[in-house]
């Protein structure tokens, strides 16, 4: 007796395509609507008696799949069983959220676990920035002239080694229309700027994570020449403050950015047992979920960068409040979290 006879009502298997479709294809269109209804709206919108008929007509659907593999019947028939059992096994059983509740999702796991994952890559984009700042730095004291290499004119705008005390101080603390004019100015072109670093660290780590290496050291070497020109004329905590209550979000975002370029990079550089195709496609994941992330974290500072420019202007307060939030990202990203298997 063929196996699949117990499939079929405990009858001989049905052999002819016709006379099979015939006894079953009442099932299966009911199943259909049920499906469709389903994806179109929810479970909601299925009655008592559909919901207890659902698991019973998938079950049955799927022995007649069964049934038509086993004997061959025709392709067609086959194939929309298959694509039928398949749509209903993911209505049955797969997770139904709502949009609000994956956001929801998102901002509660998917994203700080994600940037919990590529923590090694964080620290070394940290690292980098910090070596970056930190030569630029010492060279813009040691040699003045030398801050016209690492900055561009068009980001300067002014500030630069020859500029004024005054000049210098009103670029932080913008008090009359045309300062303020000034000041609105450079700080959107800081934004763009960064946006585009984070934007570009990311993109290009495919390319071995070399241009997202030298991105973020670049960035570091800005920031070290910028407080170098500041410092030099007394203003270097002034200038840090302006910068650290939107800095410390939007630099750990450019952080973020390249660790995320980072691990694409090294995952195609280095795949392990893994093609390097599934290396990279298993890393993009995460990847992707941290700039995602990285791109709410660049809104913010956004935010507060206008909050800081139009609104505080006491350099205590501007260090509270990004020190604030650096304390609040670092405890979001990095309190201890179930993975969910994401890592």
């Known amino acids: 007796m063929n196996a699949a006879t117990p499939f079929v009502d405990a009858q001989p ?22 499906i469709t209804r389903m994806e179109k709206r929810s ?21 007649s799949l069964s049934v038509a593999r ?13 694509q039928l059992c398949t749509r209903a096994y993911f209505q049955i059983y797969g997770v139904q959220n709502s949009a609000l509740r ?4 998102f901002f509660a796991r998917g994203w700080p676990v994600a940037v919990q994952s590529l923590w090694k890559e964080t620290l070394v984009a940290f690292l980098l920035t910090f070596a970056g700042a930190l030569a630029a730095y010492l060279m813009v004291r040691h040699d003045p002239s030398s801050y016209y290499t690492l900055i561009p004119g068009s980001m300067s705008q002014g500030r630069d080694p020859s500029a004024s005390v005054e000049a210098l101080r009103a670029t932080m603390h913008g008090h009359g229309k045309g300062e303020e004019d ?12 960064n946006a585009q670093i984070a934007i570009f660290a990311f993109a290009l780590g495919f390319a071995f994570a ?22 030099a ?33 090294t995952a195609i550089a280095f795949p392990g047992r ?12 995460q990847a992707a979920t941290v700039m995602a992330g990285a791109v709410v974290m660049l809104m913010v500072a956004g935010m507060l960068e206008g909050i800081g420019r139009q609104v505080v202007d006491d350099t205590a307060t501007r260090y509270a409040i990004g020190l604030t939030m650096l304390a609040g990202w670092l405890v979001y990203f990095y309190l201890p979290r179930k993975s969910d298997g994401l890592v």
């Open 233 to 265: 004329k007394g203003l270097g905590g002034e200038f840090i403050g302006w910068l650290t209550i939107h800095g410390t979000t939007e630099i750990f975002s450019i952080i973020l950015s390249g660790a995320a370029g980072m691990r694409i990079g």
């Open 274 to 285: 893994e093609t390097r195709g599934d290396s990279a496609t298993r890393a993009g994941r």
């Open 182 to 193: 000034g000041l609105a100015v450079f700080a959107a072109f800081l934004f763009t700027h």
């Open 13 to 34: 298997v049905l052999v002819n395509a016709s006379r099979f479709r015939a006894a079953h294809e009442d099932e299966w269109r009911r199943l259909d609507r049920l």
């Open 43 to 63: 479970i909601g919108a299925l009655s008592d008696d559909d919901l207890l008929a659902l698991p019973l007509l998938y079950r049955t659907t799927l022995s």
């Open 210 to 231: 070399v241009p997202t290496v030298l991105l973020i050291l670049y960035n570091g070497l800005m920031m070290g020449a910028m407080i170098a020109v500041f410092d």
């Open 70 to 82: 086993q004997t061959s019947l025709d392709r067609a028939l086959v194939g929309y069983l298959e």
């Open 102 to 105: 994956q956001i929801g999702g």
